[in-house]
């Protein structure tokens, strides 16, 4: 079945930087669009960043000019490079994926922690 693994997540002072990947694996269908969400407790998953096949990429606006998302298609990957963390940015960060069979997915989260 198709799975999302997430790598990267942990404790950084605010300033600081984080990437986090992301791996999908098990289907042999096209990937189209590849985002990052965030979600703290008590709160709507957020839609961070996204790219989609042939590279158009968009960003919320609270991590535009400091969050920049890549990926590569040959690999099945989605990065997220994370500079000048702030305390608010502290979430479980999720990958997401849409396949050419439609269907959603998710990796199973990522806790990223900006504190001093």
């Known amino acids: 079945q198709v799975q999302l693994v997430e790598f990267g997540g942990g404790l950084v002072q605010p300033g600081g930087s984080l990437r986090l990947s992301c791996a999908v694996s098990?289907?042999?269908?096209?990937?189209?669009?590849m985002a990052w969400y965030r979600q703290t407790p008590g709160a709507q998953r957020e839609l961070v960043a996204g790219?989609?096949?042939?590279?158009?990429?968009w960003y919320s606006d609270s991590v535009k000019d400091r969050f920049t998302i890549s990926r590569d298609n040959a690999a099945n990957t989605v990065a997220l490079q994370m500079n000048s963390l702030k305390p608010e940015d502290t979430a479980v960060y999720y990958c997401?994926?849409?396949?050419?069979?439609?269907?959603?997915?998710w990796g199973q989260g990522t806790q990223v922690t900006v504190s001093p």
């Open positions: 098990g289907s042999s269908l096209s990937i189209n669009e």
């Open positions: 997401y994926a849409t396949l050419a069979n439609a269907r959603v997915y």
């Open positions: 790219v989609t096949s042939g590279g158009y990429t």
